[in-house]
């Protein structure tokens, strides 16, 4: 699998736009970029996902580099419900025996 | 979207027992069901693959006859952990990817939190 860095914890104000980057450098071409939470005891859920161009849904907006090699899942205002552990992973296409794996991911805390 | 359910949320059991964790999903058909294991401030974990009708992957370090893996069905998966110790304490999470998701995405259960006394 291509493997994904990113930085272990970051903070943020309240209100404030998250910026959480995402290191994919050995990305392949088919491979979908995919960015999940977790909250603390639960199981992870989805957040976004993007192939080339960047995405907006109603939790967060995924901007990807030109080159693929990284991308940023933005935060357009925390919440205290936004602190989780972020994590960033590439999906190949269903069909594929690809294994999702996950790497240690971004522990965003939020301050009031 | 779709919906992956886990039971039990939580399980306490005496060392040496056997217990087994139900992954549903809920709403659609899962060809391929992932279990993992988390341990507090730990990354997941994967465990094993498990293909509908076909027996499990485990994962290196992972005992198969520890972890019993079924798949029998395409909305069920059970996780069976056999003569738990201590020491298998930990978060397990089923994830699913269905038919549906053309771009993989991944769907979740709550969670299973086991602890063997």
């Known amino acids: 699998d291509a493997k994904t860095t990113q930085p272990n914890s970051m903070e943020s104000n309240e209100e404030e736009p998250v910026h959480l980057p995402c290191n994919h450098s050995t990305i392949s071409g088919t491979d979908y970029i995919h960015w999940y939470r977790q909250l603390p005891s639960q199981g992870p859920e989805y957040v976004i996902h993007g192939l080339t161009s960047n995405v907006n849904n109603r939790m967060a907006s995924l901007a990807i580099a030109e080159d693929r090699k990284s991308s940023t899942l933005i935060l357009h205002r925390a919440t205290l419900r936004d602190a989780a552990v972020y994590y960033c992973i590439l999906r190949a296409p269903s069909g594929g025996s690809y294994i999702p794996t996950f790497g240690r991911g971004t522990s965003l805390i939020v301050h009031p | 979207g779709a919906v992956v359910s886990q039971h039990p949320s939580w399980v306490i059991c005496k060392s040496g027992t056997s217990v087994k964790i139900e992954c549903r999903s809920l709403d659609f058909q899962a060809t391929t069901m992932f279990w993992y294991r988390q341990f507090p401030k730990q990354s997941l974990m994967l465990m094993a693959t498990?293909?509908?009708?076909?027996?499990?992957?485990?994962e290196q370090g992972v005992e198969k006859d520890k972890f019993l893996i079924n798949h029998a069905s395409l909305t069920l998966s059970t996780l069976t952990v056999t003569s738990a110790h201590p020491e298998d304490s930990s978060f397990y999470i089923c994830?699913?990817?269905?038919?549906?998701?053309?771009?993989?995405?991944?769907?979740f259960g709550e969670g299973s939190r086991l602890t063997v006394l």
């Open positions: 994830s699913a990817r269905g038919g549906l998701a053309a771009t993989g995405e991944l769907f």
């Open positions: 498990s293909n509908e009708g076909s027996k499990a992957t485990y």
